[in-house]
């Protein structure tokens, strides 16, 4: 093989990686707004009935996560839905944060306030996978633990977490 023939062939290589890279991606983003959609579709459910006003919203993210991943300065934006529970002055937010994080992929925030509380705020990070996690779901971690002791995002988690919501 000459060597325009092997450079050309790198050529071709390089840019059906970088193809592939980015369907990976955007296969990603579009499995993240999924699945944040769903768990939205949960919270209502869960909630309906409680008297607590449950709102969705779609919201750009620019996940500057996605644009590295995606390389030559891409465009990281995408939409996605973001969650809010409403009781008088307490509130929770739950909002994406970044597509990829070490060792784990999809990113939400969970803030609760409480004005009533000490401290006024509860935070919590929620993947929609983590690396060598066995159970399919949200895990679920509390600031300040680590990843292993994160749990699975069931109903009951999930009402344990938003406890100083009520």
């Known amino acids: 093989m000459s060597e325009k ?11 059906e990686a970088q193809q592939s ?8 983003v579009n499995s993240f707004r999924a699945r944040v959609f769903s768990l939205s579709k ?6 309906h009935g409680s008297g607590i006003q449950v709102s969705k919203s779609e919201v750009s993210l620019n996940d ?8 030559n300065n891409a465009d990281g934006r995408y939409n996605i839905t973001q969650v809010r529970m409403q009781n008088g002055e307490k509130n929770a937010v739950l909002k994406a944060e970044a597509l990829y ?16 509380c000490a401290p006024s705020q509860t935070k919590f990070t929620l993947f929609m996978r983590v690396a060598n996690q ?3 779901g ?11 002791q994160g749990k699975i995002l069931t109903e ?4 344990s977490a938003i406890e100083s919501l009520a």
């Open 134 to 136: 066995q159970e399919e």
């Open 64 to 71: 500057e996560t996605v644009s590295y991943a995606l390389g």
């Open 138 to 148: 949200w895990t679920i971690i509390r600031d300040g633990q680590k990843s292993p």
């Open 5 to 15: 023939d092997a450079f050309f062939k790198k050529v071709q290589e390089n840019n």
């Open 101 to 116: 994080y070490v060792g784990s992929a999809g990113c939400l925030s969970l803030t609760i306030t409480n004005p009533y």
């Open 156 to 159: 009951d988690e999930f009402f």
């Open 21 to 28: 890279n980015e369907e990976r991606v955007r296969t990603d």
């Open 42 to 47: 949960d919270i209502e459910q869960w909630l």
